[in-house]
């Protein structure tokens, strides 16, 4: 939550920071504001809204540019997404600037203290007295790294701040706990930023900044030091895709090139981790798997991400023959569950920034469990924490919704259960060959599927007006229908419910009335006849209600046909790879029902992209 981006260097930084701005703006978008150091001093502009409201306000009321300044996108936490809220927040009589993402939970007893001290303050924001805070202590000693470090040992939460101060021109501060922050390290130049995407068309080189560090750039200079003082040498690395990945590139948003991305991405985390005898090469996980005597498999997700956990989890089980289970990361830490070194704690994360996933992942840590990290994000905070990581290569995903990185979580998931089960030799070579040639033929059965969205336009179209949709799956048909719910919820906020198709008589078949909206997930007759059965048995229970049920099924299904009102046809694949094609249709329908409703596809309301406070 919350895009922050920081710069030092030749150029004029308002553009700099606007584009970064925009890239990061996924983040977070209820409001937007820069601070940039120009020739009379520190100029602000604010504004609520989308960052064009901000570039709006800048074109009527330019800043004077300079080449140090600060930048901020907005998730609003403490206080309305108002003018007087969007960071920066100035202090120092208007000559320091700070922004913030995270919360910071002891901000009421701070703002006493420097209410005490003369601090004024005009917004709601917890992150307005880290602003007055850094300024009292800036003026013990003058020194900014030194007035941020003695701020940050004040502040209890989750924060990334960075600061700049009209007496320091050349010079951005940052500090980071529990909230993200990467170095951009360039030619005579330096940005800070919450993710390389802010600056990836400047320079690839990138620099991890750790928890509770705090890092000071100057156009020739990066240092890093811990909150006590101590200097640290920061990982460096390169950013492995290009600044044109992250852009629109003529689709209409951000997610239908993400849903087209889907075989690719796919594709790409596959890509050189099977060999022929079907065993996988995954890195530095094939050694902590082998080194780990693993008797449980706990995966810890949120939303969408967590679906493609539950696939997964099914993968381990049946092919490792693992007890393995998926947890919401927040229902997780806060419930004392049982962890020891026997359990090997997989946590599934696009970002690797989500708060929720990355307390419960400290807490595994803390209980002796191992932990391995799935992630989409390269040098993100869960997948340095974790022992080991497991990266989807999906490449930058832009949309909030989560289309291409949810299909390579599930085909990274099935490397690792593939993983472990060579580990336990529960699964021949043979049949460990014939799950691997299905799991390549993925990309291929993906690509027939994208050829689905005319058909779901023409649909999203007559049911723009719905009020409520239904999904049923069974087996790893039920997360997909959980997942299509969630879509069609954010992306174009209608009430709709994914059920096991099992549960459906144990009371959801009460919500059944004439022309209710109903798609089907159906396993296809020839990989799980018996399932396959009773989603038709399901189908003719809810049609016999009045239910119009639009059925995704494997093709030539002829068994589905008399019973549904619209089929969308898969083409023929395992049961385990059938997840990864029947979600395309539906995450299509999400964007095409938001279309037709005139609705902001690739920023659905009260949003964000990375949810980094709890
Ligand atoms: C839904 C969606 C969210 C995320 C969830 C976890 O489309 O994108 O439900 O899946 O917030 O995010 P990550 O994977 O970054 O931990």
């Known amino acids: 939550m919350c895009g922050i981006v920081g710069y030092v260097g030749p150029s004029p930084s308002l553009a700099v920071l606007v584009a970064g701005l925009t890239r990061l703006e996924y983040r977070g978008y209820d409001s937007a504001g820069v601070a940039v150091l120009g020739p009379d001093g520190l100029g602000v502009a604010k504004k609520a809204g989308k960052l064009g409201a901000l570039v709006d306000l800048l074109d009527h009321?330019?800043?004077?540019?300079?080449?140090?300044?600060?930048?901020?996108?907005?998730?609003?936490?403490?206080?309305?997404?108002?003018?007087?809220?969007?960071?920066?927040?100035?202090?120092?009589s208007g000559k320091l600037a700070l922004i913030h993402n995270g919360i910071i939970e002891n901000y009421l007893e701070l703002k006493h203290e420097v209410e005490a001290l003369g601090a004024v303050c005009l917004s709601e924001t917890d992150s307005e007295v880290a602003a007055h805070l850094v300024a009292h202590h800036y003026s013990e000693s003058g020194n900014l790294t030194d007035a941020l470090q003695k701020t940050v040992n004040r502040l209890d939460g989750a924060f990334t701040l960075l600061v700049t101060h009209q007496d320091h021109p050349g010079v951005v501060v940052g500090a980071r706990r529990n909230s993200p922050l990467v170095v951009g390290v360039g030619d005579g130049e330096n940005f800070l930023a919450s993710d390389v995407a802010a600056f990836v068309e400047h320079t690839k080189t990138a620099l991890s900044i750790d928890q509770d560090q705090i890092v000071t750039i100057t156009p020739d200079g990066v240092t890093v030091q811990s909150f006590s003082g101590e200097p640290v040498t920061p990982t460096p690395f390169t950013v492995d895709w290009d600044a044109s990945a992250a852009e629109k590139g003529g689709w209409s948003s951000f997610m239908a090139k993400e849903i087209s991305e889907q075989p690719e991405a796919v594709e790409n985390t596959l890509r050189g981790r099977i060999h022929p005898d079907g065993s996988v090469d995954l890195g530095d996980v094939n050694t902590l798997i082998a080194e780990h005597d693993t008797k449980r498999v706990v995966f810890l997700a949120c939303g969408t991400a967590a679906y493609a956990a539950m696939i997964g989890a099914y993968a381990v089980e049946a092919w490792a023959k693992i007890p393995a289970t998926v947890e919401l990361s927040h229902?997780?830490?806060?419930?004392?569950?049982?962890?020891?070194?026997?359990?090997?704690?997989?946590?599934?994360?696009?970002?690797?920034?989500?708060?929720?996933?990355?307390?419960?992942?400290?807490?595994?840590?803390?209980?002796?469990?191992?932990?391995?990290?799935?992630?989409?994000?390269?040098?993100?905070?869960?997948?340095?924490?974790s022992a080991g990581v497991l990266y989807t290569h999906a490449g930058p995903e832009v949309a909030v919704a989560s289309t291409k990185a949810f299909t390579s979580q599930i085909a990274a998931i099935y490397l690792l259960a593939l993983g472990l089960a060579q580990k336990t030799g529960t699964l021949s070579v043979a049949?460990?060959?014939?799950?691997?040639?299905?799991?390549?033929?993925?990309?291929?059965?993906?690509?027939?599927?994208?050829?689905?969205?005319?058909?779901?336009?023409?649909?999203?179209?007559?049911?723009?007006?719905?009020?409520?949709?239904?999904?049923?799956?069974r087996h790893v048909g039920y997360p997909i229908a959980l997942e299509g719910a969630l879509k069609l919820k954010e992306l174009a906020y209608i009430h709709a419910e994914g059920f096991a198709a099992g549960e459906l008589k144990h009371g959801p078949i009460a919500l059944i009335e004439p022309g209710q909206i109903v798609f089907v997930v159906v396993p296809s007759p020839r990989e799980a006849p018996t399932l396959h059965n009773k989603v038709v048995s399901n189908i003719q229970e809810i049609r016999a209600r009045g239910a119009r049920v639009i059925a995704i099924a494997e093709k030539g299904d002829a068994a589905v046909l008399p019973f549904a009102d619209e089929v969308i046809a898969m083409p023929p694949a395992s049961s385990w790879v059938a997840p990864l094609l029947a979600v395309i249709p539906l995450h299509y329908f999400g964007m095409e029902l938001a279309s037709a409703k005139g609705l902001d596809i690739d920023q659905p309301r009260n949003l964000a992209k990375s949810v980094t406070v709890e």
């Open 61 to 92: 009321s330019p800043l004077a540019d300079g080449t140090t300044g600060i930048a901020h996108t907005r998730w609003a936490t403490h206080g309305a997404p108002t003018d007087e809220n969007a960071h920066p927040h100035l202090a120092d």
């Open 331 to 385: 229902e997780f830490r806060y419930r004392e569950p049982y962890l020891d070194g026997h359990t090997l704690v997989v946590s599934v994360s696009q970002s690797g920034e989500t708060m929720d996933t990355l307390m419960a992942v400290k807490y595994a840590i803390e209980k002796q469990a191992t932990t391995v990290s799935v992630c989409n994000t390269q040098g993100a905070t869960i997948a340095r924490e």
């Open 431 to 473: 049949e460990r060959q014939e799950i691997a040639a299905d799991l390549l033929q993925a990309p291929t059965h993906m690509a027939t599927m994208l050829q689905s969205d005319e058909r779901i336009q023409e649909m999203a179209h007559w049911m723009a007006d719905t009020r409520s949709v239904l999904y049923l799956g």
